[in-house]
């Protein structure tokens, strides 16, 4: 059974860069077959894709946050990462990570972390 | 950009049939799936492939997807199934989700 546990700071101050982690466990990253995502959900919205990233690297993002997002693999240690650079209030949410599995076009989350809360505030 | 279109809120009395709709261009011209989010929990895969159950998820839910709309039906309502529920369609390597609707059981 594959699980996902995001993890980082809960709270950032603006102007600054949030990151966050998400663990693999019960599946390798390194195997393929799978692009590992990163999705966020304001309080009381709706869900918001921001990217995500196959093993070799490959990533696509969200073009409304392009500009400010990196996202990265470690296969090394079975994780992936989200960085979203000059935050503001706006960007508070909670962020899941997941897993994408796809065929041709079709790509739909399978598996989902818990979420975390990231709330931007001084 | 790609958008997804869903009734803000549905309504259906316990047993009877539930219909949630997702509306986009040529929407039917792709691959569209289903998400269940109760409150404080992470979605769940309920459709994927405008038609497949993933395992464990009750027979009672079932989807189509022509034209311009994926529907989502769920058969018998029961009270567990109270949710928000989320459609999802992939775009020229974009992801979309559709806004959102609350199904209330009644």
């Known amino acids: 059974q594959v699980q996902l546990q995001e993890s980082g700071p809960g709270l950032v101050k603006p102007s600054q860069t949030l990151s966050l982690t998400c663990t693999v466990s019960?599946?390798?990253?390194?195997?393929?077959?799978?692009?590992w995502s990163w999705i966020r959900q304001h309080p009381g919205k709706g869900l918001e894709w921001i990217g995500y990233?196959?093993?070799?690297?490959?990533?696509y993002c969200n073009p409304s946050l392009k500009s400010r997002v990196t996202i990265s693999v470690d296969t090394s240690r079975n994780q992936f990462s989200l960085k979203l650079s000059s935050v503001t209030a706006a960007d508070t949410a909670v962020f899941y990570c997941?897993?994408?599995?796809?065929?041709?076009?079709?790509?739909?989350?399978?598996?989902w972390g818990q979420g975390t809360l990231v709330t931007v505030s001084s | 950009s790609y958008e997804l279109t869903q009734p803000p809120s549905v309504s259906v009395s316990p047993g009877q049939t539930a219909s949630i709709t997702c509306s986009g261009d040529?929407?039917?011209?792709?691959?569209a799936c289903w998400y269940q989010q109760k409150p404080g929990q992470s979605p769940i895969l309920v459709i994927y492939?405008?038609?497949k159950r993933p395992s464990g998820i009750p027979e009672r839910f079932s989807g189509s997807n022509s034209g311009n709309t994926a529907t989502l039906t769920i058969s018998g309502t029961q009270a567990m199934d109270e949710a928000d529920y989320y459609c999802?369609?992939?775009?020229?390597?974009?992801?979309?989700f559709g806004g959102g609707t609350k199904l209330t059981v009644l």
């Open positions: 997941a897993r994408a599995d796809y065929d041709e076009s079709s790509h739909y989350f399978d598996y």
């Open positions: 990233i196959y093993s070799s690297g490959t990533t």
């Open positions: 999802q369609a992939w775009d020229t390597r974009t992801v979309v």
């Open positions: 040529k929407l039917g011209d792709k691959y």
């Open positions: 492939q405008n038609n």
């Open positions: 019960g599946g390798s990253i390194s195997g393929g077959g799978y692009y």
